[in-house]
């Protein structure tokens, strides 16, 4: 079936230093992925969201990169603080169909 | 930002009681809301589609009298996990996505059912 999965389950990263998260996804149909945070006990939060017809789009300290060939997202967080350690999650859809696809999810870790 | 609303943050209900979670789109209108169920260390999982006005559509698998589904307005969708079981007991969650394309989540629900 259908499916969004990602690489790293974990991923643990130094105070300060750049990360990426990475999502694999196997509906080529998919035209719009999103990237939530989810801190625990909490509904995921809205980070980035890129479109098919763009290859990256950046936000403040996020940057998420779209390769349509390989069916592969990433989302990379600039100088990390601690305040970003979260389980990340991909996501996608098809135009006109609002359903989300969720990824597995990979806890990231800050490191003081 | 848009802002979804999700009540009660947490519920304890003895097993064979039912309970009810609203999600309130707070400063738009949904028209399509989503329910989402999560285990623990689990990605979300998509139960139901909730449509204003019509019925629920259900993923594969989940009961439909189980876990009622009611939209009775273009900012709210409540679900009642019917004869609830300790089984059910997990992290839900929903969501809408505003005309623009983005999907906005509540905060979550947390039942534990004893």
């Known amino acids: 079936g259908e499916s969004v999965g990602l690489h790293l389950p974990t991923l643990s990263v130094q105070e300060g230093d750049n990360s990426i998260i990475n999502c694999a996804y196997s509906?080529?149909?998919?035209?719009?992925f999103i990237w939530y945070k989810q801190e625990s006990g909490k509904g995921p939060q809205f980070i980035i969201d890129?479109?098919?017809?763009?290859d990256k789009r950046q936000g403040q300290r996020v940057t998420v990169l779209l390769n349509k060939t390989v069916k592969h997202l990433s989302l990379q967080i600039a100088a990390t603080q601690p305040g970003d350690s979260a389980v990340y999650f991909c996501a996608e859809s098809n135009f006109g169909n609002e359903k989300l696809t969720f990824g597995t999810g990979t806890r990231l870790t800050i490191i003081p | 930002g848009a802002v979804v609303s999700q009540h009660p943050s947490w519920v304890i209900c003895k097993s064979g009681t039912s309970v009810k979670i609203e999600c309130r789109s707070l400063?738009?209108?949904?028209?399509?809301m989503f329910w989402y169920r999560q285990f623990p260390k689990q990605s979300l999982m998509l139960m139901a589609t909730?449509?204003?006005?019509?019925?629920?559509?259900?993923e594969q698998g989940v009961e439909k009298d189980k876990f009622l589904i009611n939209h009775a307005s273009l900012t709210l969708s409540t679900l009642t996990v019917t004869s609830a079981h300790p089984e059910d007991s997990s992290f839900y969650i929903c969501?809408?996505?505003?005309?623009?394309?983005?999907?906005?989540f509540g905060q979550g629900t947390r039942l534990t059912v004893v």
């Open positions: 400063d738009f209108q949904a028209t399509t």
């Open positions: 890129i479109r098919s017809n763009m």
């Open positions: 509906n080529s149909a998919s035209d719009y």
């Open positions: 969501s809408a996505r505003v005309p623009t394309g983005k999907a906005f």
């Open positions: 909730s449509n204003e006005g019509s019925k629920a559509t259900y």
